[in-house]
Each structure stands twice: as structure tokens, then as C-alpha cells.
């Protein structure tokens, strides 16, 4: 298993940003598929810095959100596209055509999906998948209980996460939120993951991630059998593994 685990915060988020660019010069038509939350924000805003400084060709990439959130505007500044549009995507002068964001608003999201998963495969497939690791040990949107088998499709959010979103978006109980993701399936896919998960409250999660049994009860768990998957934690994220 590779598993890379650093000192500290600091040099975990500066890992992780010099991870993407090594893809972006390895293979400079990379499709890269990023995640949104507190794990994944330094690294993003450290991957905007270096090409600040010293620039490198972005013309031909791609990058995409993991998952979204539906029926909620774009522009809500909690939606994974307008956190990546701040984070890095602007930062990087990446265009519409090379930023493939999936719709927060459709009547036909199962249509959606499909065509979404036909984006990626058009554009040669997933070469670095970034996740960022659920307390319970989810993967994007796909909470416990979702089959290995599943494919890109609309999940029912989290109760904690959805009032959350409600109070901050103004949104009725009458409109249903959801959570578009790339499936199971499609994140083992991805020619290389890394998982990376930082903060000693990710610390027992972490543990039955990489040694629990591979159960659907804990989605991450079937990283376990990715063959190109780094699992990066930093020394709180490891505290139940490391000696
Ligand atoms: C959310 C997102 C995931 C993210 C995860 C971890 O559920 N849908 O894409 O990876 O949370 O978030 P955090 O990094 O804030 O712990």
C-alpha cells in the first residue's frame, strides 16, 4: 500500500499542490478531477501560487469537481464549481472549455450524468482523481451503503450538510437537494487517486479505510483494491496508524 504520511499541515498541503503539477508537466493534456472542502482548499490555493510565480502550460488540461451540489445556483459561493472557480480554476486561466463542471440545475439529471461520464471518456479518461475523505468514510456524495457497481448519479445529502446548505442558500424544504457524483465505479477508474485526508478527526476513519474490511459500509475502504492509489496524511490524519 502506498501511503505517504508528512509532518505536518503545511508540508501536506504543498505535497499534494506539487502532486498536481507533476501531472500537469508530466502529461500536459491531464484530466484531473478535483474535490472541495477544508482538506483540499490550501492545496489548490499553493498549486494558483507556484503557477503565479512561475508559470507552466495549462492550455490543454482538464479539470473537474469530483461531485456537486443540485438545485442550488452556481454562483452560491458553497458550490464545489464556484469554491474551485476561487481556488484554483480562475487563478490558473483555465477556460469553460477545459473546466468541466456539471449542471447544479437540470430536469433530467439522469441524462445529465450520462452525458457528464461521456465528457470525461471523450476527453481520454480520468489520469489523477484527488478525494478528500468523509468522516464516515464516504467518497464525494457516495455515503455509506452505495454499491461498488455504482455509476455517476444523483445521491440523497447528508442531513447535517443539507441544513446547512438550506439555511445558507435560502432554499425551501419543497426543493430537493441532492448530491451529483461520479459513482464508485468511475473513481476506480481514475488512472491514479490519491486520497488524502488531514486532522487527528479523520484519524480513526483513516485507520478502517486502509486496514478495516472492504465493505460498502465504509466506501473509501474499497481503495484498498485501486493499484495506483496514494493515501497522503498528515501526522493527525495517521495518529491511529502510524508507530
Ligand atoms: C464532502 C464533499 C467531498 C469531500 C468531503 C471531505 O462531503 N462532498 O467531496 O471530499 O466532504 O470534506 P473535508 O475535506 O471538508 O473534510
Same mark, same amino acid.
Given at each position: 500500500?502506498?501511503?505517504?504520511?508528512?509532518?505536518?499541515?503545511?508540508?501536506?498541503?504543498?505535497?499534494?499542490?506539487?502532486?498536481?503539477?507533476?501531472?500537469?508537466?508530466?502529461?500536459?493534456?491531464?484530466?484531473?478531477?478535483?474535490?472541495?472542502?477544508?482538506?483540499?482548499?490550501?492545496?489548490?490555493?499553493?498549486?494558483?501560487?507556484?503557477?503565479?510565480?512561475?508559470?507552466?502550460?495549462?492550455?490543454?488540461?482538464?479539470?473537474?469537481?469530483?461531485?456537486?451540489?443540485?438545485?442550488?445556483?452556481?454562483?452560491?459561493?458553497?458550490?464545489?464549481?464556484?469554491?474551485?472557480?476561487?481556488?484554483?480554476?480562475?487563478?490558473?486561466?483555465?477556460?469553460?472549455?477545459?473546466?468541466?463542471?456539471?449542471?447544479?440545475?437540470?430536469?433530467?439529471?439522469?441524462?445529465?450524468?450520462?452525458?457528464?461520464?461521456?465528457?470525461?471518456?471523450?476527453?481520454?479518461?480520468?489520469?489523477?482523481?484527488?478525494?478528500?475523505? *468523509?468522516?464516515?468514510?464516504?467518497?464525494?456524495?457516495?455515503?455509506?451503503?452505495?454499491?461498488?457497481?455504482?455509476?455517476?448519479?444523483?445521491?440523497?445529502?447528508?442531513?447535517?450538510?443539507?441544513?446547512?446548505?438550506?439555511?445558507?442558500?435560502?432554499?425551501?424544504?419543497?426543493?430537493?437537494? *441532492?448530491?451529483?457524483?461520479?459513482?464508485?465505479?468511475?473513481?476506480?477508474?481514475?488512472?491514479?487517486?490519491?486520497?488524502?485526508?488531514?486532522?487527528?478527526?479523520?484519524?480513526?476513519?483513516?485507520?478502517?479505510?486502509?486496514?478495516?474490511?472492504?465493505?460498502?459500509?465504509?466506501?473509501?475502504?474499497?481503495?484498498?483494491?485501486?493499484?495506483?492509489?496514494?493515501?497522503?496524511?498528515?501526522?493527525?490524519?495517521?495518529?491511529?496508524?502510524?508507530?
Amino acid at each position: 500500500m502506498n501511503i505517504t504520511i508528512t509532518e505536518n499541515e503545511t508540508k501536506f498541503d504543498t505535497l499534494a499542490a506539487w502532486r498536481i503539477i507533476e501531472t500537469i508537466l508530466a502529461n500536459p493534456k491531464a484530466v484531473i478531477g478535483l474535490s472541495t472542502g477544508q482538506t483540499t482548499t490550501n492545496m489548490h490555493r499553493i498549486v494558483a501560487q507556484i503557477y503565479q510565480q512561475h508559470p507552466f502550460d495549462v492550455s490543454k488540461i482538464t479539470l473537474f469537481p469530483l461531485d456537486e451540489i443540485t438545485n442550488i445556483s452556481r454562483q452560491y459561493s458553497g458550490s464545489c464549481y464556484a469554491m474551485l472557480k476561487n481556488q484554483i480554476v480562475d487563478a490558473l486561466g483555465i477556460q469553460d472549455s477545459q473546466f468541466l463542471a456539471p449542471p447544479t440545475v437540470s430536469k433530467d439529471f439522469g441524462c445529465e450524468c450520462r452525458k457528464y461520464e461521456a465528457a470525461l471518456a471523450a476527453k481520454g479518461g480520468i489520469d489523477l482523481l484527488i478525494l478528500g475523505l *468523509g468522516a464516515n468514510g464516504h467518497l464525494g456524495f457516495n455515503q455509506p451503503g452505495t454499491p461498488f457497481e455504482s455509476k455517476t448519479w444523483i445521491s440523497k445529502m447528508d442531513e447535517v450538510l443539507e441544513a446547512r446548505i438550506r439555511k445558507e442558500t435560502n432554499t425551501t424544504p419543497e426543493k430537493e437537494l *441532492g448530491g451529483f457524483t461520479l459513482g464508485i465505479k468511475n473513481i476506480m477508474h481514475s488512472r491514479k487517486i490519491i486520497l488524502a485526508a488531514k486532522g487527528i478527526h479523520k484519524a480513526e476513519i483513516v485507520e478502517k479505510m486502509l486496514f478495516g474490511q472492504i465493505t460498502t459500509d465504509v466506501p473509501a475502504s474499497v481503495l484498498q483494491l485501486h493499484p495506483n492509489c496514494e493515501f497522503l496524511l498528515d501526522a493527525g490524519a495517521a495518529k491511529a496508524i502510524a508507530p
